[in-house]
């Protein structure tokens, strides 16, 4: 039951990882930001707070806006 658990786990933080590096990536920001914010606590509260911010419009240097694909494309 405890391999179990921890097989969950992993798959619980590997997939909250992709996806904070996706939503750095929304905001025109690196995912090694997601990182710093590890080593350095003070700065996982600066980063929480960017977060909150709304994403970049259009295209950034790391893709095209979500939000500008259809519908269907999102499913």
Sequence with gaps: MTLIKL????????S??????RR?????????????????????IILMFMLLFPGTDGANKYGRDPKSLPYWYLR
């Design 24 to 44: 750095l990536h929304d905001i025109n920001k690196p995912g090694w930001l997601l990182i710093a914010g590890m080593v350095f606590p003070p700065f996982l």
């Design 7 to 14: 097989v969950i786990f992993c798959l619980c933080i590997v």
């Design 16 to 21: 909250s990882f992709s996806i904070l590096v």
